[in-house]
């Protein structure tokens, strides 16, 4: 067997309400089970789902503190007064302000940006900043992505005389800032629609507010941020995302043209994936390492040179980004094993001097996917004595609730259920994971630990073709609320299998039985399963359906995320020269190594598996369900196969076997005498009386074309049916023997057990043997 590594949660659409919703819209049965299983079960939400248009913007009036907010800024405007866009250095931020910016300038404001340093100021408004602001003349600071937690702020603002309004989409603390007007469709009391826009979503409405309609043509950075921050992409994120990947596919923006470049994505049509995968990380990276300013820069350029210039200074960032976390990672990994095990810590709590508080949060995200933890990674700064972090989560754990518990030692916290910021003093990190912790063990069940996997359908592998992947694309653009839909194949055989890759870190699995039916499928990081699966066994797979487009030639691929396989699996490592190589890596606590024979273990092939062999007596004495879902090794053969079958046939079926069957003798491939053999020899000696055998049996048995083993072994049975007497290796025969069978010999007996036992155990092919351990294993019926 080889168990999934995340749990499969199988969605059960209602039947007669996809079957309904298919005749009522004319769309496949596919389609419509995967509108019933997102929850999408009307004809208008369905429709509204699958046919995107700016019709489904909602009326940005209908946000909280919108009316109020428009008019100051329009009359900023009259007045001529100055106005500073405050916003924050991720990707949603910096998308934020460049949306704002160009609202702002097609009014004709007098107006500027300002992005505050992470490493130096922080995030959100500052003091600092405010106050210099007012200082140059500024009256109004508008903030885009930031602000909800900004109380002080708010209040140095109203306290130099300088109008705040605050536009964010961030969860709100318990005390709302002093402001003088605020945007957030989370704000308690906004009866808005929808609220799950992300910042640069927020911003895309206040400047359809201000100009009275859908900014369309700045569609193409709201994607940016949308996307890249992670927000649910439904209802309105959908449209946004949906018409900004096609404008940004084909943008006129310059500097996002040579993004784009630097991306390898000019010119092509974009996806979700591309926008998430490519360019948020370019524009996020300006920011984790420096200042976001180069990248307001970049997307309000219009200056060619200028915005080659900044796309190669941002994506030459972006890989000095990728090495630190790489770096960082190996860190932190290396902390969480050698001081956190996740056995004993529900949530990871990492803190370290001289790490980037920039990339943490990515660190944190990859710390997420290796344990399966709550994370949070913080930088320490034993100067100023503070520790700086980013916070990542799993399902069933709201990292923002959660954190919203310790508000007494958290000073500045803020974020959405799976992913937080924050600043603490060094002093209550350890403090800060002890709470943690202690929550976690009262809201997570074990079964939380394990990565979920939800499976939007079955299906088998006629039903996967190129026609599927383009119904499936009606869906589109996939994230988060929407994800790309997940499809189970259950228990089909695999044609090929091998590892790909420089590193040979990855899976390629070619599964099917015809040509009609076979799918390709890529595991990324998955090579290592390969070890895990006989080339023989079913497997089901579950993972995304994708195009897979090479030499002109298109076919449908499966990326797959897990697999299993539900039958008991058998794994030939007879004769192999590296099985001992192989079996060290198993691992040990599921793992059973028997050898029945003392001279195995000996042996410098299995020398290294000493210590953790079973022999023949303490296996007898061991309970049956020690062996419950155990790998079992056999290192050599049994002396008795009916024993052997019989202790099988009570442990019941393992997970896995490995028959390794090693054995110092061979006795299949030894002469085996017939007993025309005994017949021929008992005459030569009967006529001779006596014989040399020690002297002359090499030279008896090489005219008769026999094995001197062959003689000396009928010469023992002889002796031990008192057919003669041996004196030094001479044979003397007996001249009135009792009748007694061949049978009767003990050795005549053993060598013909061990011939069986070879015969079925070590000669036989993969599929007797796998056989052969099926029908022993299997509960027999009962009479």
């Known amino acids: 067997m080889l168990e999934p590594r995340t749990r499969w949660e199988i969605q059960e659409p209602s039947e007669d309400k996809a079957k309904w919703l298919s005749q009522e819209l004319d769309i496949p049965l596919l389609i419509a089970n995967l509108l019933v299983v997102r929850g999408i079960e009307t004809i208008e939400k369905a429709e509204a789902f699958l046919n995107i248009d700016i019709s489904q913007f909602h009326d940005p009036f ?7 907010s428009v008019e100051r800024i329009h009359k900023a405007v009259e007045s001529n007064e100055k106005i500073l866009i405050f916003g924050d250095y991720d ?33 959100g408004p500052n003091e600092p900043a405010l106050r210099k602001a007012k200082e140059d003349g500024y009256s109004l600071v508008v903030t885009v992505d930031t602000g909800i937690s900004a109380v002080h702020e708010a209040n140095i603002a109203k306290e130099i005389g300088l109008d705040f309004i605050i536009t964010d989409h961030h969860e709100a603390p318990p005390v709302l800032p002093d402001a003088y007007s605020i945007i957030n469709p989370k704000k308690p009391g906004c009866t808005y629609p929808f609220s799950g826009l ?47 990947i096609e404008a940004l596919s084909k943008t006129d923006k310059i500097g996002l043209q040579e993004l784009l470049k630097v991306a390898g994505l000019y010119e092509k049509e974009l996806t979700a994936e591309d926008v998430g995968f490519a360019i948020g990380p370019r524009v996020n990276a300006a920011g984790r390492l420096g200042s976001a300013m180069p990248v307001v820069e970049l997307f309000t350029s219009s200056d060619r040179d200028e915005s080659a210039m900044l796309s190669e200074e941002i994506d030459s960032v972006n890989k000095e980004r990728q090495g630190i976390v790489n770096e960082i990672t190996k860190e932190a990994i ?49 100067e100023k004595e503070t520790a700086k972090g980013s916070a990542r989560s799993i399902k069933g754990f709201d990292m923002f609730e959660n954190l919203s518990e310790s508000r007494d030692i958290l000073p500045h916290f803020g974020g959405h259920p799976m992913a937080a910021g924050m600043t603490l003093s060094i002093h209550d990190v350890d403090e800060l994971r002890s709470r943690l912790i202690q929550q976690a063990k009262q809201c997570l069940s074990p079964e939380d630990y394990q990565p979920v996997i939800s499976i939007d359908l079955t299906a088998r592998l006629n039903e996967i073709s190129l026609e599927t992947v383009e119904l499936l694309s009606t869906l589109s653009p996939f994230g988060v609320g929407n994800p790309s839909p997940r499809v189970m194949v259950e228990e089909v055989p ?27 499928c890529i595991g990324f990081q998955k090579g290592s399963l390969l070890e895990e699966i006989t080339p023989y066994s079913l497997v089901s797979i579950v993972g995304q359906i994708q195009l897979n487009e090479w030499n002109g030639y298109r076919k449908p691929q499966l990326l797959l995320e897990d697999l299993s396989v539900n039958h008991f699996q058998l794994f030939d490592y007879r004769g192999l020269k590296d099985a001992a190589k192989r079996l060290i890596g198993l691992p040990y606590s599921k793992t059973c190594f028997i050898a029945f024979e003392e001279e195995t273990v000996k042996h410098k092939d299995f020398e290294a598996l000493s ?14 369900d020690y062996f419950k879902e155990k790998n079992l090794v056999f290192l050599d053969v049994p002396p008795s196969l009916s024993r052997f079958s019989e202790w099988l046939e009570t442990i019941g079926e393992p997970s896995r076997i490995y028959a390794v069957f090693h054995q110092s003798t061979e006795h299949f491939f030894t002469t085996l005498p017939t007993r025309e053999h005994f017949k021929w020899f008992y005459g030569f000696l009967a006529k001779r009386k006596t014989f040399n055998v020690k002297r002359d049996g090499a030279e008896l048995a090489k005219w008769k074309g026999w094995s001197k083993e062959t003689i000396d072994f009928m010469s023992k049975v002889f002796f031990e049916l008192d057919f003669v007497t041996i004196d030094d290796g001479v044979i003397f025969i007996n001249k009135e023997p009792s009748k007694r069978e061949l049978e009767s010999s003990e050795t005549y007996q053993k060598k013909f057990e061990q011939a069986d036992i070879e015969n079925q155990l070590v000669y036989s092919s993969y599929h007797s043997l796998k056989s052969w351990f099926t029908e022993q294993t299997r509960p027999k019926a009962s009479l």
Not at 345 to 371: D, H
Not at 611 to 624: F, K, M, N, S, Y
Request: aromatic residues 8%; glycine residues 10%; hydrophobic residues 40%.
């Open 62 to 68: 209908l946000m909280d503190g919108m009316k109020e």
């Open 91 to 123: 990707a949603d931020g910096v998308s934020s302000t460049t949306v704002m910016y160009y609202a702002l300038k097609e009014l004709g404001a007098e107006f500027d940006y300002y992005i505050p340093n992470r490493f130096t100021e922080g995030y």
């Open 334 to 382: 290396a902390m969480v094993e050698e001081s956190f095990p996740p056995e004993k810590n529900e949530v990871l709590v990492l803190a370290k001097e001289g790490w980037n508080p920039g990339v943490i949060g990515i660190v944190a995200s990859r710390l997420v996917e290796k344990f399966y933890r709550p994370t949070i990674v913080l930088c320490l700064d034993p």
């Open 198 to 244: 992300a910042g640069v979503g927020v911003a895309f409405k206040v400047a359809h507010a201000l100009h009275g309609r859908p900014p369309l043509h700045l569609l193409d950075y709201a994607c940016i941020g949308t996307i890249a921050d992670l927000v649910p992409l439904v209802d309105e994120n959908r449209v946004i995302a949906k018409l900004g």
């Open 611 to 624: 210590d953790q062999v079973i022999g023949e007596d303490e296996l007898l004495t061991l309970p049956e």
């Open 494 to 520: 695999i044609r090929e299998m091998k590892k790909i890759g420089s590193q040979s870190n990855h899976l390629k699995l070619q599964v099917g039985n015809g040509e009609l039916s076979v799918l390709d």
